[in-house]
């Protein structure tokens, strides 16, 4: 087990929570409205981008926003109007985006398979630093007010969006406004869990409390609990197990699924 | 939608076509439809005759290609999100996953959300006028059940329920029977119809089941194949050469 110094262990702390909080928020949104491929894809942009930022020298959490967020741009319509079924978007964007990420990355003659590579691809939470601190502070914020704000939209889109159109919301606003935010989301906890797991903490704590309730706001209240949880035992058992902090996250929360989909109510006859 | 007798029809459809994407042909062409306020229209017609899409095009769901759809006189392309806050609807078999995680008591109060607008919370108002729609289709018992365990005939109500939370000017019924044991049927239709009376509501169902079309209903379109066969009297259309002609040619 590593000792580490109290202050890196409270920075890591507080960015699991938040981004705990940050994508499993996002979560219940990209789960309901089964725009998991999209998100997907986002999440494998964010880590494309960051591995060109390190080729061309830019930040590379900037080009990780940018390329999660041009990928929403440019997917957005399509899945959108369901021109192409969400399996096509999937198999194809998912094998792009990490083939240019892994070509990015060769590419960065000092950076290849260096340490800030490896944290790209895998997380680097030891690497969060009092600015990354900040920025999923801000995000989180963010998320939580404009949810309170529309959250009578949001429920209504992810009830069903042609039926929340009918009753006179526009939703285009919001939906993009969804994908604006999960490409940030993703973008900001690439340090934490890396470019190719940060999908398992959007959709593995929304899909484990969707297990238990049928209430909607009970999700949203529960899920980014639950992430915080799967984050902060993920950490633990990396610190313990000398695991890949993104790996544990991603594998306890999965086991974690597993088990509640086994315990699930809704299973359950009588 | 204040300027409401400004418009000396309600509904207006002027030479529409409507063309899904990556189809060639329209699924209703050349439609002219002018609908009065207060009146109780239904529109029949067989399986893919266009009957759904000219009720969306209608409400704006669906983009028309030509033509113009004016509702409460205003264009429905540029108004679209204003004016369905008014216009009720129920979609034709409308169904959910069993896993979705909403009550049928926040489905219903939804129907409400466009017209409540943005950054406000449901006011007691919004409330009383769920409760009314609740107990008029009478679905007081379903209100904290998921709404995927409901049946296709509750889950029918419920979406009936939430056009009439809204209070609307216009409702516009795809096929609402069709999960409804008769009993439902014949109370729905009933309740539905004394609404219209009570509230003079442009009343606009799509029906495939002629015998029953309700008693309030005045007059009949009959559509085949994305065009307007028919508009009349319900006697002069479901007696005319053109009723047996479109359904002896589909048989």
């Not at chain 1, 960015?15 to 999440?43: D, E, N, W, Y």
């Not at chain 1, 981008?49 to 830019?58: D, N, T």
């Not at chain 2, 085949?224 to 002069?236: A, M, R």
Request: charged share 15%; hydrophobic share 50%; aromatic share 8%.
């Amino acid at each position: 087990m590593i000792i580490l110094p109290y202050g890196i262990i409270l920075t890591v702390i507080m960015g699991a929570c938040l981004a705990g909080i940050a994508c499993s928020l996002m979560g219940t949104f990209i789960v309901r409205m089964k725009l998991s491929s999209l998100g997907f894809c986002m999440s494998h942009a964010a880590f494309a981008g960051s591995a060109l930022g390190l080729v061309l020298h830019i930040n590379p959490l900037v080009m990780a926003i940018l390329f999660s967020i041009a990928i929403a741009l440019f997917l957005g319509p399509i899945v959108e109007k369901a021109k192409l079924h969400a399996d096509i978007i999937l198999g194809i964007m998912f094998s792009l985006m990490l083939s240019l990420g892994l070509i990015f990355l060769n590419f960065a003659p000092q950076t290849a398979m260096s340490s800030t590579a490896m944290g790209i691809l895998w997380g680097s939470v030891l690497g969060m630093d009092t600015l990354d601190i900040i920025n999923l502070t801000i995000l989180t914020s963010l998320i939580i007010a404009l949810m309170i704000l529309f959250s009578k939209e949001f429920k209504a889109i992810m009830f069903n969006r042609k039926m929340a159109e009918a009753s006179g919301i526009n939703t285009k606003p919001f939906y993009y406004l969804l994908l604006f935010l999960t490409g940030i989301t993703v973008s900001l906890s690439l340090k934490l869990v890396g470019g190719l797991l940060v999908f398992a903490l959007i959709v593995n704590p929304t899909s484990i409390v969707c297990q238990f309730s049928y209430d909607i706001k009970k999700i949203i209240l529960f899920s980014p609990l639950c992430g915080v949880g799967c984050c902060l035992i993920g950490i633990l058992l990396s610190f313990l197990l000398d695991f890949p902090v993104g790996s544990s996250i991603a594998i306890f929360s999965s086991i974690f699924f597993g088990v509640a989909v086994i315990f699930s109510p809704k299973r359950r006859r009588g | 939608m204040n300027n409401h007798s400004k418009y000396n029809y309600i509904i207006e459809l002027l030479n529409v076509d409507t063309i899904y994407e990556g189809e060639s042909i329209p699924a209703i062409r050349g439609v002219n439809l002018k609908v009065k306020k207060g009146e109780f229209l239904c529109i029949i017609g067989p399986n893919g005759a266009g009957k759904t899409t000219l009720l969306e095009t209608i409400n704006g769901l669906l983009e028309h290609t030509e033509g113009k759809v004016n509702v409460f006189g205003k264009e429905i392309k540029r108004f679209g999100s204003s004016i369905r806050k008014e216009v009720g609807y129920v979609p034709q078999g409308f169904s959910v996953s069993s896993l979705m995680p909403f009550l049928v008591k926040d489905v219903v109060l939804m129907g409400r959300f466009g017209k409540i607008g943005l950054f406000k919370s449901a006011s007691n108002e919004d409330y009383q006028r769920v409760k009314k729609a609740i107990e008029l289709v009478g679905i007081d018992g379903l209100l904290k059940k998921p709404i995927g365990k409901l049946s296709g005939g509750q889950l029918q109500k419920v979406m009936i329920t939430r056009a009439l939370a809204k209070d609307p000017k216009i409702l516009l019924l795809d096929e609402p029977f069709s999960s409804l044991d008769f009993k439902a049927l014949a109370e729905i239709s009933e309740r539905v119809s004394s609404l219209h009376e009570e509230k003079n509501l442009t009343t606009l169902m799509v029906i495939h089941n002629i015998p029953s079309i309700p008693n309030q209903c005045r007059r009949v379109v009959l559509i085949n194949e994305g065009v307007v066969i028919q508009d009349g009297p319900v006697d002069e259309v479901l007696n005319s050469e053109s009723l047996k002609f479109v359904y002896e040619v589909k048989r």
